[in-house]
């Protein structure tokens, strides 16, 4: 079974660029969630989607963080203006009825 | 609300000698709890997961954990550390109340073996 995929790897951008990463979850995984993991903490969950729909987005910062999931398939996380602080990896999971969750690799994204 | 309280964040061993990293937890619901372990530049990978049924729990790599509720804990434990071992541990909680089960990690406990 594939494996949950990331896109890119790495990124390295300015403070007020914007940027966006991809992810493909497991292919009949209803639930996907976008996590952040600043360095030397947990990761902590932005969104979670089932299916195409929010299912809990409390954490995600509004202002400057957006994501979608259109076709209930894959996935997009956008900052834009991105900031300092939001340097962090950028981790995608995905369950299937909440039975185990795989993450992806995930996207180590620098803002200088 | 739920939350995860890890209450060590270096955990040092002699390889060979037991491990044990301690977790606290807070849960409206009754909660599916989980040991995750990351090395270096490396990916979450499940070690053991606890979802009521038997409350002593076997994961991979010789790792058990014990569910508690009277002490709302859920210890790791390993009989003999391995320097393959030495990483970062993070216990994780989800409670499926509202249908919203995204994990709840706690700050991660390093541990580090000693040859």
């Known amino acids: 079974e594939a494996g949950v995929a990331q896109s890119p790897r790495y990124k390295i951008i300015e403070k007020r660029q914007s940027v966006a990463f991809w992810c493909n979850p497991i292919?009949?995984?209803?639930?996907l969630y976008w996590y952040q993991q600043i360095l030397g903490q947990g990761p902590k969950l932005l969104i979670q989607?089932?299916?195409?729909?929010?299912?809990?987005d409390s954490q995600l910062p509004k202002d400057r963080f957006s994501a979608e999931r259109l076709k209930g398939v894959d996935s997009t996380l956008k900052i834009q203006p991105a900031k300092l602080e939001d340097s962090a990896v950028y981790l995608c999971?995905?369950?299937?009825?909440?039975?185990?969750?795989?993450f992806g690799s995930g996207t180590r994204l620098t803002v200088v | 609300a739920q939350s995860v309280t890890q209450l060590d964040s270096h955990v040092s061993v002699s390889e060979g000698t037991p491990v044990l990293l301690r977790c606290n937890y807070s849960?409206?619901?009754?909660?599916?709890l989980f040991w995750y372990v990351q090395h270096p530049n490396k990916g979450l990978q499940l070690l053991l997961k606890?979802?009521?049924?038997?409350?002593l729990v076997k994961g991979i790599n010789g790792f058990e954990a014990e569910f508690k509720k009277s002490e709302t804990s859920f210890h790791l434990t390993k009989p003999s550390a391995h320097m393959s071992d030495a990483a970062e541990y993070f216990c994780?909680?989800?409670?499926?109340?509202?249908?919203?089960?995204?994990?709840?990690f706690g700050k991660g406990t390093h541990l580090i073996i000693q040859p």
């Open positions: 999971a995905s369950s299937f009825q909440g039975n185990g969750y795989t």
């Open positions: 292919s009949g995984h209803a639930t």
């Open positions: 989607f089932q299916n195409n729909g929010v299912v809990d």
């Open positions: 849960s409206s619901y009754s909660p599916s």
């Open positions: 606890y979802t009521s049924a038997a409350t």
């Open positions: 994780v909680v989800s409670d499926l109340g509202g249908g919203a089960d995204g994990l709840t």
